[in-house]
């Protein structure tokens, strides 16, 4: 069984972390992936940086700008990755815009992230619809979940229809927004997070956009399987680097 | 229809919305509705109305007699530079205000490179007291200042990019993320035929009105509808598709492209898209876009900031692709000396951007008796500076 399918049934509230690739240097990336493990992070999606990110804030296009500035490509990301599974056994995730991936391939980047236990790959530009007509047959020949996301906007009978072709977890975009914005949620954020939880989907929900502390990680997680947490961490590891990784942990998990 | 769009928003292999979910019921209510829309005789009589009204159009199809005898061939001029602000650009951002009426929208956003669209939509903006913001790269900002001023003089706020390259593809990425931030009352003015479908096939419907009047204006003038050729630059595209749009099916009409090679298209510093493009994605859509091996994707440059774009629509990728249009590229000193002479022959002073289709004229040789129109898509009050840093004037 997939990693992300397995972690899902267990029975606790998931906290996954968002991280650009090779921020705030080029070779940071496998130990923060095996930090963040061994303190106690459930799924970590891996940011592949790209140049024109159009649904990420400051803080993401920052550190993806930065990362590409290191050198990083989709090459260096796979060779760093060559051996994550000698030492990492969570859900990984790849996070990352459609173009690089067109451009390595669809069919020869996904062979590569079975090669290396890739668990699932999250593209927001990449349209459920063409994903269904066009990649679907070749995600899941290399063992890949594909995951989408939905937003308050998002009809209900577009949601059934991302749930009838998900088969890992929906991704829940807290609110209208790129990533990094919010302060906290508010009524309608709740409210939102009732409804979807009360549609009973198939697939489980995970929240991202907007979480940054214990308490907005409790307020999702209230509603939702996991949240996800990415500008606060990067800003974390701009100003602390990759060694105070259970700094930031052991406060949303407290 | 070969090289028009297709029922499903594409051109050939490209166009398509590739769009995060939360951009989806934005650009899926425009998808929805704009071609109802547009064919609502309400909306076309006020939109052509204000064309006429407000805009100065039909624009005058002018027999460039001096510019012709010199390169022995019939040129035509189509003179969008005479259109109020300057530009092609306000055709369709006329269109685009009634539409966002239409659709219940009380905030304007747009992105802005030369600032041309960006004074097109505060204009519009300004016209239906409508809230505008423009979206401009920092270092646009700075190189095209007399444009922020009237911007601003029309009451539209002018936000900085600040990411990136720092310039229109930049400030692009900012509306988009407004967009995504503002989901519910905000209408975004794309000022070409980029973005995600419906944009291309929207812009391109808006900007048709070009060929409209050039096929009744020279059956006037020589007694036939169809040149021999057109011609025009392309940044994104926009005066390009509606100059070439009545004549796409009609391979009669030869289409020529002429894109902006910079310092020359391989100095590292081109907007040459189609020379040195690749097939991928930029701000939604599925097109030629310069980028790295890697996907990353490159800082363009050109003397003229309208064409200062690493990218072209779909359509223009499918008019490539087929071989349906010649695509030329031209460096920023031929521009340049081509503006100049259409000062000094016709007492014309073109926008940069158009100054490359001008440049045409210098590589390729017509016929006496061919009939060639070339859309002269602005004029050359914002460039005055550039031109006189140039020719030291
Ligand atoms: C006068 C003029 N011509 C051409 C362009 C290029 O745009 P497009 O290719 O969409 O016509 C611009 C863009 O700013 C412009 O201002």
Redesign the pocket.
Known sequence: MNRINQKLKENKKLLSIYFSAGFPKLDDTVSIIENLEKNGVDMIEIGLPFSDPLADGPTIQASSTQALKNGMTTNVLFNQLKDIRKTVSIPLILMGYFNPMLQYGVEAFCKKCQDIGIDGLIIPDLPVDVYNEKYKAIFEKYGLINVFLITPQTSVERINFIDSISNGFIYMVSSASVTGSSSGFGEAQTNYFKRIADMNLKNPQIIGFGISDSETFKQATKYAKGAIIGSAFIKHLKSEGVTKINNFTSLILR | MKYNINNKGYYGDFGGAYIPEMLYPNVEELRLNYLKVMQEPSFKEEFNQLLKDYVGRPSPLYFAKRLSKKYNTKIYLKR??LNHT????INNTIGQILMAQRLGKKRIIAE???G??GVATATVCALMGMECIVYMGEIDIARQAPNVARMKMLGAKVVPALSGSKTLKDATNEAIRDWINNPVDTHYII???VGPHPYPDMVARFQAVVSEEIQWQLQEKEGKSTPDYVI??????????GAYYHYLENTNVNLIAVEAAGKGVNSGKSAATSALGKEGIIHGSKTLLMQTNDGQITEPYSI????DYPGV?PMHAHLFKTGRAEFVSVTDDQAMTAGLELCELEGIIP?I??SHALAVFGHKTFKPDDIVVLSL???GD?DLDTYINHFKL
């Open positions: 969008e530079d300057g530009a092609h650009k802005t490179g030369a041309q669209h000022g070409s035929v025009a630059c392309v940044g994104g595209g926009s005066n390009a598709a003229s900031a309208g064409l629509g926008a951007e158009s898509s602005g004029r914002k």
